[in-house]
């Protein structure tokens, strides 16, 4: 049955908005809505890490312990932390796959969800204080859930998630995300330590104003075909930006119009980033968007992941 689309005021909270889309359900326990408010609260905490990076080298924290005892991390390892342990106590993730780490993690507790997650996408850009990013899927378990998680659980297609979504760590702090039923984007308030309802059903622009990619590249880029569109796009006069950053790079392109490219190299040639981790999640957001994201020529989510780990080329956009 069509989901519609529920019609709901700028400026609500996260928490509402997720609660009002729950009653769509009669038959939800809430599980999803906690969920999504764990990786809400995590987010939360990474932010306020992401904002302090600038003083870790002035203040002497790096190698150091903790008020709490703990050893400082790097903060894509700490943002691991935090996300991992924001779902096992929230209790409703029955397991994790992380980009940080080689294996998932079984979390034991019957949770009829899976959850895979970049914590910080984009690192290598915090040290120069540009925007960085978390990505999450979410997929219903698979095997059955009184029994222990297998890799299987989390080698679905990404046609299967249940939710996606990112956290833009930028000139100000965005939750966007979609179950299914459009994308909605929230802002941080700091004050009030909340997001809230600032983009609504969010559509790709019709038309295509950023071309993204690492054009550094062009000379290793194994596709005629990518190399004819690149040309296109240079003829159009269409706009290059690339951030380097996924996440930044393709909210840009969202909210603005425009297309994500990073193409098969002799590098990377499967593509560099991760099906799993980065792509999928961001697909899914793209179709809902009304745009399209595609690999080797079809789209992305219908591919089947043989690895955890597994890379694909990844064209998204308007
Ligand atoms: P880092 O997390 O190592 O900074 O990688 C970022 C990323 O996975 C993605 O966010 C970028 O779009 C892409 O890699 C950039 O890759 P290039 O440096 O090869 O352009």
Do not use: W
């Not at 903790?66 to 924001?86: V, Y």
């Not at 780490?101 to 895979?116: A, E, P, R």
């Amino acid at each position: 049955m069509e989901k519609s689309r529920i019609d709901l005021p700028i400026g609500i909270t996260l928490d509402r908005f997720i609660k009002s889309n729950q009653s769509q359900y009669p038959h939800a326990a809430g599980a999803l809505s906690q969920l999504l408010r764990d990786l809400a609260l995590a987010s939360k905490v990474v932010n306020r890490e992401i904002n302090k990076a600038g003083l870790i080298d002035i203040m002497g924290y790096v190698g150091q312990m903790n008020s709490a005892g703990d050893n400082q991390q790097k903060l894509d390892l700490l943002a691991n932390t935090r996300f991992t342990r924001a779902l096992s106590k929230g209790g409703e993730a029955g397991g994790i796959a992380s980009e940080e780490t080689d294996s998932f993690v079984d979390l034991h507790n019957g949770g009829k969800y899976i959850v895979t997650i970049d914590p910080l996408d984009g690192s290598s850009n915090i040290d120069v204080n540009v925007s960085v990013g978390t990505i999450f899927s979410i997929y219903k378990k698979q095997s059955p859930l009184d029994e222990p998680l297998v890799e299987q659980d989390f080698l679905q297609k990404g046609r299967l998630q249940i939710a996606a979504g990112y956290i833009l760590y930028g000139s100000s702090t965005m939750f966007v995300y979609s179950t299914g039923n459009g994308v909605n984007g929230f802002t941080y308030e700091s004050t009030l330590g909340e997001y809230v309802l600032s983009h609504p059903d969010i559509q790709f622009g019709e038309s295509c104003s950023y071309f993204s990619m690492n054009e550094a590249l062009c000379l290793d880029i194994m596709d005629q075909e990518v190399l004819n569109f690149i040309s296109f796009c240079k003829e159009e006069r269409i706009t290059a930006r690339y951030i380097g950053s996924l996440v930044a790079d393709f909210h840009r392109n969202l909210l603005k119009g425009g297309v994500f490219l990073y193409p098969r190299t002799q590098k990377y040639p499967n593509g560099k980033l991760r099906l799993l981790f980065e792509s999928n999640a961001l697909a899914f957001l793209a179709e809902q968007a009304g745009g399209l994201a595609i690999s080797n020529e079809r789209p992305i989510l219908d591919i089947q992941p043989t690895s955890i780990h597994e890379t694909a080329e990844f064209y998204v956009g308007t």
